[in-house]
């Protein structure tokens, strides 16, 4: 993975659980300053930190709609109508079960009528099914279903502009169809909130993963990249060697503020 010019880039904003570690945010990345990939719990802060205009965010995908990827969902609107933005430039992604009462609800805490006019717009919200395939922001995405107790997507998203393929789990336990989705993925960024072992179904009840579970993901799927995020950061370096058990490909846990370029 070297840098080149018209390169993909993927900028992690935070890599832990729901609770975000000092000195980090919960699980949240942003590609190419153009698409934001759930929000965390302080995107704004997160994008300026990293000299990011968050005008530039043209497109918010949200994985699921568990708290912890879309707690900063009204600050994130809020900075955009202070701005001066017209909410309806930003497309809002998520699952169909989900997405548009979430936004819904952004918006009337936001009170954007009462402070900012009858005229004020809100985004435009694209529920997703599982299965749906979409343009957003210069790729496509392609979505299969997760594993989780919410409907959760699994995104594929491909650069129109350089071929790049990438796919993220969001929150999910091990689910081996998606692997065939994500053949043909370079680099795969998954779940790791149970640090480096595997779930054990008996008490895995929330449904997420841990690195022996990613890992036979990325092994399965035949990429050549793991990026382990969302779990704790005291966990990182065990994750990376449990998956290098099973996965033969290079395994990261990426810094806050870490860009990887495919
Ligand atoms: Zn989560
Ligand atoms: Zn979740």
């Known amino acids: 993975m070297t840098a080149h010019a018209g390169a993909t880039r993927i900028t992690f904003l935070g890599t832990s ?7 980090d945010d919960t699980a949240s990345f942003v590609v190419n300053d153009r698409i934001l990939v759930d929000t965390g719990w302080s995107a704004i802060e997160n994008l300026i930190r990293n000299d990011i205009d968050p005008l530039t965010i043209d497109c918010l995908i949200f994985t699921h709609m568990h708290h912890d990827h879309y707690l900063s969902l009204p600050s994130f609107l809020f900075y955009q109508v202070m701005k001066r933005r017209d909410l309806k430039e930003l497309t809002i992604v998520g699952p169909a079960d989900d997405v548009d009462h979430v936004v819904s609800c952004a918006c009337t805490f936001l009170q954007l009528e009462r402070f900012f006019g009858p005229s004020t717009t809100t985004p435009s919200v694209q529920p ?4 749906d395939d979409i343009v957003v922001a210069g790729f496509t995405l392609k979505t299969a279903a ?5 409907q959760g997507i699994c995104g594929k998203l491909t650069d129109t502009a350089t071929g790049s393929v990438f796919a993220f789990t969001g929150d999910t336990a091990h689910h081996a169809p998606l692997a065939d989705h994500i053949r ?6 998954h779940d ?4 480096p072992v595997a779930a054990d179904p008996a008490t895995n009840q929330a449904l997420h993963a841990g690195a022996l579970d990613a890992a036979r993901i ?3 799927a035949g990429v050549d990249t793991l990026v382990l995020i969302h779990g704790p950061r005291s966990s990182a370096s065990a994750s990376i060697d449990a998956a290098r ?3 033969d490909g290079e395994v990261v846990w990426p810094e806050r503020d870490q860009t990887i370029t495919l």
């Not at 043909?184 to 960024?189: F, M, P, Q, T």
């Not at 790791?192 to 640090?195: D, F, P, S, V």
Request: hydrophobic share 40%; glycine share 12%.
């Open 245 to 247: 058990t099973l996965f």
């Open 146 to 150: 997760t594993l989780h107790p919410v």
């Open 192 to 195: 790791c909130t149970l640090g």
């Open 218 to 220: 990325a092994r399965d």
């Open 17 to 23: 659980t729901a609770i975000p570690d000092r000195g």
């Open 184 to 189: 043909g993925a370079s680099l795969l960024i």
């Open 128 to 131: 997703v099914q599982p299965g």
